[in-house]
């Protein structure tokens, strides 16, 4: 643990942040407090932002540390030698946001890969690897990510990510449960640290539970991440101030107040996303040259109550289809997020204009033949909302929408008509959602179904845990399957199990 009276000896007292010259050179540290790793993100032509937190007993309440600031030194560098250092600065780790760190570095050159570090007292952070975005108006050739999503610490191992610290990689994009908050299935292969959360201290000790994990670790620290939520981060199925459950509305916000606290706290988030009174906006946009842009969306915090749902149990979907659930005043973004989404594809000049958002867009019906039976947790509980979506990406005219899900633990590859309700409506946008990291499988037999009754979804299994990489070139995109053998196994292998294409100018996949 932390030295307490060691460090309040070396700092006089602890100083604060206006006598910070005086601070902490000669702190020392037991344990070392960079336990939870480094993480980049969102980077512009001109820099990024850079994570850390100071946990050198990341299970402890406190973390470990004491109730007071900590300075914390940060490098920039072209190489691992760190010579020269291109920027450097200092950090204000506060208890009240749990020691993390946030810096935005704004002053380097577009287009390189850089190292960074951070140190305090004899205490240096392992060195990660991050990137600054193309110029804005330049040429990029090449764009390649993975998407990844759902990574349940207990159903599996991060086997995944090593596979893909192997690609070569510009961005991660996460869509959403980072964290789990709940335990449940067989078969599990390690358990949680500490009970379910409901309270800050709670989520921090959960997100510190999956961040103590190496791969995880490794990942972060291989190139930037672009982060969204989605229910598990707060609690399963929640929309906006509403419960599944049917919890108290005024601890169930205090509740969800304080998960938005903890993921900014453990996320390569920029300053600006720091959450403000009782929410936090996570929604933004990150371009790539002229090539990409990429819309980041979320779809929880502001979204309508969950339609068709059973009098007997209010808070869990029967999955039937009903009136409620093509109410035109229904959303899943709310109105001004809708607002900005709509302005941004309007004047969007990219090659390929990506949305990276929680879950599945396309149609799902379970029942085949005559009647319909509808997931009323994802998008088909809000068909006006989804509606109105495709119909801004035909308006406007919309180079290349490529739509990016998660959540239902499966492989979905889909063409998205404008409008689902209207037969034969042309195809305006192409739909990819990877597979969980290690979450329990997607309902074979449903997807099965779902594809026998919408010939526009591609392909669709969930038998398999991994993610999903995308190349975006100029010509072309290329999504490529990536499947594990088995989450459970720490060095199972991982293959391509399917590779879809689309042509610019075409919207729809074409099995490569």
């Known amino acids: 643990m932390f030295n307490r009276r060691r460090f309040l000896a070396s700092c006089g007292g602890l100083l604060l942040a206006s006598n910070a010259s005086r601070w902490p050179h000669a702190a020392t540290f037991d344990n070392a407090p960079f336990a939870l790793g480094v993480a980049s993100g969102y980077p512009t032509p001109t820099g990024f932002t850079l994570w850390t937190r100071l946990a050198p007993t990341p299970y402890a309440p406190d973390g470990g540390m004491p109730n007071q600031d900590v300075l914390v030194h940060w490098d920039v560098a072209e190489d691992d ?163 599944r459950y049917g919890d108290d509305p005024v601890t169930f916000v205090a509740r969800r107040n304080a998960a938005y606290r903890a993921y900014y706290e453990h996320m390569p988030l920029p300053e600006a996303m720091r959450p403000r009174g009782v929410q936090i906006q996570i929604y933004t946009h990150v371009p790539w040259g002229r090539l990409a842009q990429i819309a980041l969306l979320d779809d929880r915090q502001y979204r309508s109550y969950r339609p068709c749902s059973s009098a007997r149990m209010p808070s869990t979907p029967d999955e039937v289809n009903c009136r409620a659930r093509t109410a035109p005043t229904a959303t899943m973004l709310g109105a001004i997020q809708e607002a900005w989404l709509d302005q941004m594809l309007a004047s969007s000049t990219a090659q390929w204009n990506v949305i990276a958002q929680q879950t599945l867009m396309a149609q799902n019906d379970g029942i085949l033949g005559p009647g319909e039976q509808f997931n009323t947790d994802g998008w088909d509980g809000y068909p006006a909302a989804r509606t109105r979506l495709l119909g801004a990406l035909d308006r406007h005219r919309v180079a290349n929408p490529i739509v990016l899900g998660g959540d239902v633990h499966a492989f979905w590859v889909a063409d998205l008509p404008r409008d689902f309700s209207v037969p034969h409506s042309p195809i305006v946008a192409t739909e990819f959602v990877g597979t969980s990291i290690t979450s329990y499988a997607g309902d074979d037999e449903r997807i099965r179904t779902a594809m026998h009754e919408a010939p526009n979804i591609k392909f669709g299994t969930g038998r398999y845990r991994g993610y999903l990489r995308l190349d975006l070139r100029p010509e072309i995109a290329t999504a490529d399957l990536r499947a594990l053998r088995n989450a459970q196994d720490l060095n199972t292998p991982c293959a391509t199990l399917a590779s879809f294409n689309v042509v610019s100018g075409r919207p729809g996949a074409v099995r490569a």
Not at 217 to 237: I, K
């Open 81 to 243: 030698h760190f010579s020269p250092i291109v920027a450097s600065g200092t950090a204000l780790a506060t208890p009240a946001w749990a020691h993390s760190v946030h810096v935005d570095v704004t002053t380097l050159r577009p287009d390189r890969w850089y190292r960074y570090r951070f140190h305090v007292g004899n205490a240096m952070s392992p060195v990660g690897r991050t990137r600054t975005a193309p110029a804005l108006e330049s040429e990029a050739r090449l764009l390649r990510l993975a998407l990844v999503s759902c990574q349940h610490y207990e159903h599996g191992y991060y086997a995944a990510y090593r596979h893909l610290l192997a690609d070569d990689l510009d961005l991660v994009v996460h869509v959403g449960d980072y964290i789990y908050e709940g335990s449940w299935g067989n078969g599990k292969v390690r358990s949680h640290v500490g009970p379910d959360p409901t309270t800050l201290i709670g989520y921090r000790q959960r997100y510190a539970c999956y961040k103590a994990d190496p791969l995880l670790q490794a990942a972060h620290a291989a190139c930037p991440w672009l982060m969204v939520w989605d229910d598990h981060e707060v609690q399963n199925d929640y929309a906006a101030d509403h419960s």
